[in-house]
């Protein structure tokens, strides 16, 4: 199995520690968390993975040539310039895609035990497009699912969280008309829209957090002090 990792931000709101490191490999639990990051990937069956960057680029490069031989993972880097968002940045690796297998998604930001074998059995039985790991906490931008699918943007008070990570068919391509810069929750409510499959995948128990500011940082770190790192 394949899986594309999300790491080319800036880590803009988490200065001054990404003034020379990575948002991606900033520490938590002692270990850079794209590292812990591609350890759960393993041990979810990926065997090949691609990581993009942008913000000391160089940095990510080498970390992925020490890494992949102890992880027993292939792991390929996919340069950014400018930074593409979400949905540009996985439309540029495509062609590391090119088996019709499904594959993850994973955004380099975010902390969680969320069970990634079960995502992909839950999408391979829904036979998605694209399935979406959300649960049910604080955020400004929820999704709407009715169901069983995504349904579009939830009305305030309503809806569901994306977490950060999805499982995807590789049908999705063909039908990324958008180019350029771009968000894959754009892509999905217009897929949604048109009738595509994009299901859920609630994961309402466990832990969840992100390290996008500095406060965020340190709860999560926190948070991975009292339960350890994900297996």
């Known amino acids: 199995m394949k899986a594309m990792v999300l790491a080319a931000g800036l880590g803009t709101r988490l200065k001054p520690l990404t003034d020379t490191v990575p948002k991606c490999l900033v520490e938590v639990g002692g270990m850079p968390l794209l590292e812990s990051i591609l350890c759960r990937l393993k041990a979810a069956g990926v065997d090949a993975a691609v990581v993009n960057a942008h913000h000391h680029s160089g940095q990510v490069a080498d970390f992925l040539r020490a890494k992949g031989p ?16 979400t949905g540009g940045g996985l439309k540029k690796a495509a062609a590391f895609f090119a088996e019709d297998e499904p594959f993850l998604v994973y955004n380099a930001d975010v902390v969680t035990d969320l069970d990634l074998k079960a995502l992909m059995a839950e999408h391979r039985r829904a036979d998605a497009l694209a399935t979406l790991a959300v649960r049910d906490r604080k955020s400004a931008r929820k999704l709407l699912f009715k169901d069983g699918r995504l349904a579009g943007r939830a009305p305030e008070g309503q809806g569901l969280a994306f977490s950060g990570i999805h499982a995807c068919s590789p049908r999705l391509f063909p039908l990324m008309t958008e180019t350029g810069v771009f968000s894959l929750s754009d892509v999905w409510v217009r897929l949604a829209a048109g009738g595509a499959l994009i299901a859920p995948f609630r994961h309402d128990g466990g832990f969840w957090a992100d390290i996008g500011t500095l406060e965020k940082l340190d709860a999560a770190r926190k948070l991975v002090t009292e339960r350890g790192l994900p297996a």
């Open 70 to 85: 102890a992880l027993g993972v292939r792991l390929e880097l996919s340069l950014e310039d400018p930074v593409l968002e």
